[in-house]
């Protein structure tokens, strides 16, 4: 091989590195900016964006009993506690700080029971969350009913 034939495919290779290791680069990046995304989310919509995590977590809840997962019902009961922390800092309000209290009787019973690894308790206390966000979600729909009413 000559020495321009070297030349060039030195060139080639390192440019080739250069572009790979730009990509890895910018792919971090990228990945590091959703994640600081998704632990500060932006005020406007954030009780949309809230209770939209906390109904994946539900759903993650279910799915991981229904698969005997009880380490991942332990890692989706962990973000609903998150999020429910979150709530507690921006968005409390009179009716969620009522009803609140069984939602989070139902999380810490449901981390104690997967701690425990006992199904039954962790598909006893599913259930009681389940409820709970039923329960509170029937309230606040049925407040906001006579809001509009009120209005007319």
Same mark, same amino acid.
């Given at each position: 091989m000559s020495q321009r034939n070297r030349l060039q495919w030195? =060139?080639?290779?390192?440019? !080739?590195?250069l572009v790979v290791a730009l990509g890895v @680069? $910018?792919? !971090?990046? =990228? @990945?590091?900016?959703a994640g600081e995304y998704d632990k500060n989310p932006s005020q406007r /919509? $954030? *009780? /949309?964006?809230l209770m939209r995590r906390k109904s994946d977590s539900m759903q #993650?809840?279910? #799915?991981?009993? =229904?698969? !005997?997962?009880? /380490?991942r019902v332990n890692a989706a009961a962990l973000d609903m506690e998150r999020y429910v922390a979150t709530i507690d800092g921006y968005l409390s309000t009179d009716v969620y700080e009522k009803h609140g209290k069984s939602f989070n009787e139902a999380i810490h #019973? $449901? *981390?104690r029971a997967t701690a425990q690894s006992d199904a039954e308790l962790t598909k006893e206390a599913a259930l009681r969350l389940e409820r709970s966000c039923l329960e509170c979600h029937m309230l606040i729909n049925a407040h906001k009913g006579q809001q509009v009413q009120g209005n007319e």
């Open positions: 030195t =060139v080639a290779l390192l440019s !080739g590195a @680069w $910018l792919f !971090g990046e =990228v @990945w590091r900016y /919509n $954030l *009780k /949309n964006q #993650d809840v279910l #799915d991981a009993i =229904v698969r !005997g997962r009880l /380490n #019973d $449901l *981390k």
